[in-house]
């Protein structure tokens, strides 16, 4: 990849590698220190060495073997990071992201729902440092995506702008962008307008089954009730509908949240543990990313929930993650073990859900 270039801090990466030898490889689980604050510890070194050696793949204006979409993710994932843990180690990187892309606008493609990664990586860069330049160029993304909303199948915006599909993914980030840009943006109306439109239609299309899950998309304009049920897709929705729900003042959409998130982990969760359906041999490149996607969006579902057994779940991951999925500072593909191999979406994955256990975590993935 042009430009790439390791970025690893000696110092840290040294502490790190010494920490993470005392509490074990990952191969077997780690013997954790007991007490609420020497657990926060171990949560903490851990989110640390995952953001170290996600942040040695950035190359200037990419992560070393990602799509565009997986990028914007890696980026967020440590985006969030920064905002649960206080450091700003990474500032320049997002600066370079932003600085490497924006004048021709490369956040802009073919797929409207890459388009929609860029425009929440770029949402959460703004709640991270106030630039409005961010915030701006999250609404310039979302412009371009309104583009991809017709009257086929009753509504809706397609996957691609050849228009050969229409899924959930990318309507729950239409959801979810409409949702929290209304959310920031001063007197806005517009944006909630789309928002409210896309929940109208996407409860309508079938894609949100009878068992709570979502399914991948549409054929015919009925949903595809065989498609597969990804991770990442239950979690969009989530996200966008606790959006959607501050948006709106009214807690309706949080209890269609909470149904998903509960067949996420009935369904979901062989003991207690988030599985993808592909595991754990059948993932490709993209697959390997959802997990940490919902994890993010279940710790804003529990911000606006009372129900303990959220966070419960989360810690139950974010541990299974560094007992039984990690080789030194890497982290594979199942969160169950054992540790495959590493690549910047499983270590991406593996971030998110460690922020969720940060001591920040709490309040600073609170923000809709």
């Known amino acids: 990849m042009p430009g790439w270039r390791p970025r690893l801090r000696p110092a840290v990466a040294t502490v790190l590698v010494l920490a993470f030898a005392a509490a074990g490889t990952g191969c077997q689980a780690a013997r954790r220190p007991s007490g609420p604050g020497a657990v926060a510890t171990v949560f903490t070194t851990g989110a640390a060495a995952a953001v170290q050696d996600l942040q040695a793949r950035y190359g200037a204006w990419t992560y070393r073997g990602t799509r565009p979409w997986q990028s914007a993710n890696a980026l967020g994932a440590t985006i969030g990071y920064m905002r649960a843990s206080g450091s700003r180690a990474y500032l320049a990187d997002l600066n370079l992201t932003y600085r490497a892309h924006h004048r021709g606008d490369g956040f802009r493609n073919r797929y409207y729902d890459d388009e929609g990664w860029w425009a929440l990586t770029w949402i959460s860069a703004y709640d991270l440092t106030r630039d409005r330049r961010y915030l701006a160029q999250a609404r310039a993304i979302f412009a371009d995506m309104t583009a991809g909303w017709d009257r086929s199948c009753?509504?809706?915006?397609?996957?691609?702008?050849?228009?050969?599909?229409?899924?959930?993914?990318?309507?729950?980030?239409?959801?979810?962008v409409a949702a929290r840009l209304h959310n920031r943006v001063r007197g806005d109306t517009g944006y909630l307008a789309w928002a409210e439109r896309e929940w109208a239609w996407f409860r309508g299309t079938g894609m949100l089954t009878g068992t709570h899950l979502v399914v991948d998309g549409l054929a015919a304009c009925k949903p595809v009730l065989r498609s597969p049920t990804w991770t990442y897709n239950q979690g969009v929705l989530i996200g966008g509908l606790v959006a959607l729900a501050a948006a709106r003042g009214s807690g309706r959409p949080v209890a269609t949240a909470r149904r998903v998130a509960d067949a996420v982990?009935?369904?979901?969760?062989?003991?207690?543990?988030?599985?993808?359906?592909?595991?754990?041999?059948?993932?490709?490149?993209?697959?390997?990313?959802?997990?940490?996607?919902?994890?993010?969006?279940?710790?804003?579902?529990?911000?606006?929930?009372?129900?303990?057994?959220?966070?419960?779940?989360?810690?139950?991951?974010?541990?299974?993650?560094?007992?039984?999925?990690?080789?030194?500072?890497?982290?594979?593909?199942?969160?169950?073990?054992?540790?495959?191999?590493?690549?910047?979406?499983?270590?991406?994955?593996?971030?998110?859900?460690?922020?969720?256990?940060?001591?920040?975590?709490?309040?600073?993935?609170?923000?809709?």
């Not at 899924?167 to 729950?172: D, F, L, P, V, Y």
């Open 265 to 368: 982990i009935a369904r979901l969760s062989p003991h207690g543990v988030l599985r993808e359906l592909c595991e754990p041999s059948g993932c490709d490149a993209d697959a390997a990313m959802f997990k940490g996607i919902f994890a993010q969006n279940l710790q804003l579902l529990a911000g606006r929930s009372a129900r303990p057994e959220y966070r419960a779940y989360l810690r139950a991951n974010a541990s299974a993650v560094l007992d039984r999925d990690r080789r030194g500072s890497e982290f594979g593909l199942s969160w169950n073990g054992p540790f495959d191999s590493s690549d910047t979406a499983r270590q991406a994955s593996a971030l998110d859900v460690l922020n969720t256990q940060l001591p920040g975590g709490r309040a600073a993935m609170s923000a809709r």
């Open 154 to 176: 009753g509504g809706g915006i397609w996957w691609n702008k050849q228009r050969t599909y229409k899924n959930a993914i990318a309507n729950e980030l239409f959801l979810d």
